[in-house]
């Protein structure tokens, strides 16, 4: 299968901590961008990784930040935990010539 | 706050009967839209989009009908199964997504 895979598909973190969750994009996808789904929301944009540079922004706080390697995987990082941090983090690849695909998620627990 | 929106948290629906699935936005320069399934435990799954040069587009068993006019968009699932069961998000795409909070469907034998 060649689609989107996200690592870990759980964890539990303590207040303060930091997280990094990693993924994956579809063979053939150049542009990763990363969702946080609140339980019984829709997904909400973070941000979008193309050519190794944040391109687009959504409404997060600097706590969250990224990173996309050569290869084209990404990597989201979050300092500084929140209760309200736990969520189902989700991945999302696409070129100009596909649309997006998006992986099953990691369900992150901030305790 | 959110561009797009849906009317009904819930839908139960009769296996076999069609479901309707609502839709609102508030943005009148949207022009892309697509509509995801999200089933438990799997992120959302493609079903169909529409561009705002269109007014309906048909897929299998389903169809997506776009009411410019009141910014208004609406999923119709045919002949409903138990393997539609799962959660409903219409989607404004530009350079992000931007999700309403979605419908749940439930499928009853």
């Known amino acids: 299968d060649a689609g989107v895979t996200q690592s870990p598909t759980h964890l539990i973190k303590t207040r303060g901590q930091q997280v990094t969750l990693r993924c994956s994009p579809k063979?053939?996808?150049?542009?990763v961008s990363w969702y946080q789904q609140a339980l019984g929301q829709g997904p909400q944009f973070i941000f979008q990784?193309?050519?190794?540079?944040?391109?687009q922004r959504g409404n997060f706080p600097d706590r969250f930040s990224g990173h996309q390697f050569p290869n084209y995987s990404s990597e989201l990082n979050v300092n500084a935990l929140l209760l309200g941090d736990s969520a189902l983090y989700l991945c999302?690849?696409?070129?100009?010539?596909?649309?997006?695909?998006f992986g099953s998620g990691t369900r992150l627990t901030v305790v | 706050g959110e561009s797009v929106g849906l009317h009904l948290p819930t839908l139960s629906v009769q296996e076999g009967d069609n479901s309707i699935i609502n839709c609102a936005y508030s943005?009148?320069?949207?022009?892309?839209f697509i509509w995801y399934k999200q089933e438990s435990g799997k992120g959302p799954q493609f079903i169909i989009d529409?561009?705002?040069?269109?007014d309906k587009r048909q897929g299998q068993r389903v169809t997506v009908l776009l009411n410019k006019t009141v910014k208004h968009l609406s999923l119709q699932i045919a002949a409903t199964q138990p393997g539609d069961s799962a959660v409903y998000f219409c989607?404004?795409?530009?350079?992000?997504?931007?999700f309403g909070a979605g419908t749940t469907v439930t499928v009853r034998a």
């Open positions: 063979s053939g996808h150049d542009t």
């Open positions: 989607a404004e795409s530009d350079y992000k997504l931007s």
């Open positions: 999302a690849s696409s070129s100009a010539r596909d649309g997006y695909t």
């Open positions: 529409i561009r705002s040069n269109m």
């Open positions: 990784y193309y050519e190794e540079e944040e391109r």
């Open positions: 943005n009148s320069a949207s022009d892309y």
